[in-house]
């Protein structure tokens, strides 16, 4: 089955062309199935490139996903027209007065690691957001920034500064073999790095609720699960294209920014080479057996949603 997204979001071409399904609204409408819920609060200044990344890795399975795009409802992006934030995304608040409920939800990275969390202009009501999805969302995966402020949220795991970027191709292990969201992993798998911070893994071990995943000797740990409330949070980019790494070390380049060639990404350590994808099946598997796990457990009646879902905060007070 394909993704279901609007006909006219720039990802329909750019999936469409890369061969993944997708459907627009209209031929949707005329299957009788329950298509699964997917919501996607960007938080990237590269509104359409972050669409198009976990569009293409969440409409890969054989379920049918209805795609929404989430924005905060105060904070005006600069780096995407007002057009395109205007026709496809609905600010928060309007998603949360209207009762919705969502099978996931994805709540992306945000370049804004330098500041504390409670220093971000829309801090207050990312909060709100985290609070909504204990009874409104069946799943949540937090990615990078988004993964490090809802586990700090929830779980008061503090997020520390690096004296030099993470940044990068690096090994991860498999820690969790058994994990329904690691199926098909091999033993270790590279994953793409792009940070300034970083989550430790003495004071994610301090929360007993919390498993971790995937780790890295030198990134730390990147992966965790809290098992209890179906809650990923992933503080690496399974999700990033081939270049957008090159992206990144271009732009600092040509500002001058101080930057590191990114580790183990070129061939042979050289940008004048084009980098090489060596993370896009474990990206693939990740996320799909994220799907699959909304679909085995998520509620056919999605009024169901939010039911079962265990105040974490106060779990993890006990």
């Not at 969302?137 to 988004?146: A, E, M, P, Q």
């Not at 929360?207 to 098992?227: I, K, M, N, Y």
């Amino acid at each position: 089955m394909p993704i279901k997204i609007p006909s006219d979001l720039p990802a329909f071409d750019v999936l469409t062309h890369e061969g993944v399904m997708v459907m627009a609204e209209d031929q949707a409408a005329r299957q009788d199935i329950r298509p699964l819920r997917i919501g996607l609060l960007n938080l990237m200044p590269k509104k359409i490139q972050t669409e198009n990344q976990f569009a293409r890795l969440i409409g890969a399975t054989p379920l049918q996903i209805e795609l929404s795009l989430i924005r905060m409802s105060e904070h005006k992006t600069r780096n995407t027209a007002a057009e395109h934030m205007a026709e496809f995304y609905r600010p928060f608040q309007d998603v949360k007065a209207s009762g919705e409920k969502f099978d996931g939800l994805i709540i992306t990275g945000a370049p804004i690691e330098h500041l504390q969390f409670e220093d971000v202009t829309y801090w207050e009501e990312l909060c709100d957001v985290f609070d909504w999805t204990r009874t409104n969302v069946h799943s949540t995966f937090g990615v990078c920034w988004g993964g490090m402020a809802m586990i700090n949220y929830f779980h008061g795991v503090k997020k520390h500064i690096l004296d030099h970027k993470a940044f990068g191709c690096f090994r991860h292990r498999n820690l969790a073999h058994a994990s329904p969201f690691l199926r098909g992993f091999s033993d270790d798998c590279v994953i793409p790095v792009s940070r300034w911070t970083e989550m430790r893994q003495e004071e994610i071990d301090a929360v007993p609720q919390l498993r971790t995943l995937l780790s890295s000797e030198d990134v730390g740990p990147c992966l965790v699960e809290h098992p209890e409330t179906r809650s990923l949070f992933i503080f690496n980019h399974f999700e990033y294209d081939s270049d957008t790494l090159k992206q990144e070390y271009d732009r600092d380049v040509a500002e001058g920014t101080p930057i590191n060639v990114p580790t183990n990404y070129y061939p042979d350590d050289d940008p004048s080479n084009p980098p090489q994808n060596r993370w896009r099946s474990h990206a693939h598997l990740l996320y799909g057996n994220w799907i699959s796990e909304i679909y085995q457990t998520t509620p056919f009646d999605m009024s169901r949603i939010g039911y079962e879902t265990t105040d974490l905060r106060a779990h993890d007070e006990d």
